[in-house]
């Protein structure tokens, strides 16, 4: 393992081995609801090579949270929080997280995760977008550790901020925030919009996880949110360091 983000569940590994197949990266920002999907994985680890399944985007944007007594950065709950996530009916089981959802040009657009007990012929993929910024820190610095801002946060969206009554209409929405993190100690709550750090504008989740891997462990940076009722907020952070899964 070269990298990783305990909090979104992801890490990066490096194969020791030359010349593998590859599957390319794809933007999950361009899919819709109804478009065709497949997912990849070695499901209920049965012998004989891995399964397909397929199905479609059944929904964008999901915000779930998952018991996970392996989560040290999940508070006493020990749930971990995804956000930003690609629901689909392409059947995930134990053994398929970590394969790849595919679009049908064969570009992977999200990372097969989780499913939850209470839902029936569904299941949950990180979408690719959120997961470039980890990979790509990763892979330019491996090993490196990686700033934390101690925010779980999804992208703000027309039908978000009308289903949430939110003030603004885009920005990277809190979804969690991990207890005894440098957000938690600057006063950032679940509910606030994230839309600006350290005086670059955030459209969203990607743009947030990008200024954060842009700066060091340690380092101050400014973050200005705007909270429930529409008041702008601007404090100060101390970034911490990103616990590897």
């Known amino acids: 393992m070269i990298g990783g983000d305990a909090t979104a569940d992801l890490a990066v590994l490096k194969v020791s081995a030359q010349n ?27 012998a004989g090579g891995p ?13 779930i949270k998952v018991t996970d007594p392996n989560c040290t950065q999940c508070g006493p709950s020990q ?18 997280s970590g394969g790849p959802l595919l679009d049908l040009n064969g570009q992977v657009i999200g990372i097969n995760t989780a499913g939850t007990q209470g839902a029936q012929n569904i299941g949950f993929a990180i979408a690719i977008d959120a997961a470039k910024p980890t990979i790509e820190h990763a892979v330019a610095n491996p090993k490196g550790a990686v700033a934390y801002l101690g925010v779980a946060t999804q992208d703000v969206t027309r039908g978000l901020a009308f289903q949430l009554n939110l003030p603004v209409q885009s920005g990277a929405y809190v979804a969690s925030v991990a207890p005894g993190s440098a957000a938690d100690k600057a006063g950032i709550k679940q509910g606030d ?9 955030v459209k969203g989740q990607s743009d947030l996880g ?3 891997h842009a700066h060091k462990p340690g380092d ?19 970034l911490g360091v990103n616990p590897l899964p």
Not at 51 to 56: E, F, H, L, Q, W
Not at 194 to 199: C, Q, S
Request: aromatic share 4%; glycine share 8%; charged share 10%.
């Open 20 to 46: 593998l197949p590859t599957v390319p990266l794809g933007d999950s920002r361009t899919l819709v609801l109804g478009q065709p999907v497949v997912a990849i994985g070695y499901a209920l680890a049965l």
């Open 51 to 63: 399964t397909v399944t397929s199905g479609i985007v059944s929904a964008l944007g999901r915000t």
């Open 79 to 96: 749930q971990r929080t995804y956000t930003n996530i690609v629901q689909t009916d392409a059947a995930i089981n134990p053994g398929n």
């Open 193 to 201: 919009v994230i839309v600006a750090f350290d005086g670059k504008p």
């Open 210 to 212: 990008s200024l954060i």
């Open 220 to 238: 101050k940076a400014t973050v200005t949110y705007v909270d429930a009722s529409g008041a702008r907020h601007t404090v100060t952070v101390t």
